[in-house]
């Protein structure tokens, strides 16, 4: 976890107390306190998320960039790691958050921006309040899709072929 400060893996260096102390804290911040002492392949997708932001945090980035976070998590750890996300975002002190996703209802609050693209391309850019819209969303899906939900959450639906 310390290891995150470095950007490295398998980190021979001497780990400062103070190092040690803001790795726990970052543990406490993203829930994962419990975990610490837990080996990797001892632990699900949703606390592997936790722990590699976490360790991401250590480099006290300006920025993160969360690239489909939540693939293979169930919907409980999925929720538990929005949350996380929606926290981090709201931080006054934190990295700025880019996301990205398929999935529509992974965008939370905090996030006050949105790109669309289609093939590479952009289709909107700007405001989330404007750019996430049906017409916008069928454009990028190819497919007639209504838009629907507000402030705490969105959901999409897709029209069949």
């Given at each position: 976890m310390v290891s995150g400060k470095f950007a490295q893996?398998?980190?021979?260096?001497r780990v400062s107390a103070a190092d040690r102390a803001a790795a726990r804290k970052l543990l406490r911040l993203v829930g994962a306190a419990a975990l610490a002492r837990r080996e990797w392949?001892?632990?699900?997708?949703?606390e592997r998320q936790r722990m590699l932001i976490a360790r991401a945090l250590m480099a006290q980035p300006?920025?993160?960039i969360l690239?489909?976070?939540c693939a293979g998590l169930d919907p409980v750890a999925r929720a538990d790691f929005l949350a996380l996300v929606n926290r981090l975002a709201?931080?006054?002190?934190?990295?700025?958050?880019v996301l990205v996703t398929h999935h529509v209802?992974?965008?939370t609050p905090a996030f006050t921006h949105a790109l669309?693209?289609?093939?590479?391309?952009?289709v909107a850019a700007g405001a989330r309040a404007k750019v996430l819209n049906?017409?916008?969303l069928s454009t990028v899906f190819g497919r007639r899709a209504q838009l629907s939900g507000g402030k705490h959450g969105l959901r999409l639906n897709v029209a069949q072929r």
């Open positions: 893996l398998d980190l021979w260096a392949q001892h632990l699900s997708q949703g300006q920025l993160l690239d489909e976070p709201r931080r006054r002190r934190g990295p700025a958050l209802e992974e965008i669309l693209l289609r093939g590479g391309r952009v049906s017409k916008n």
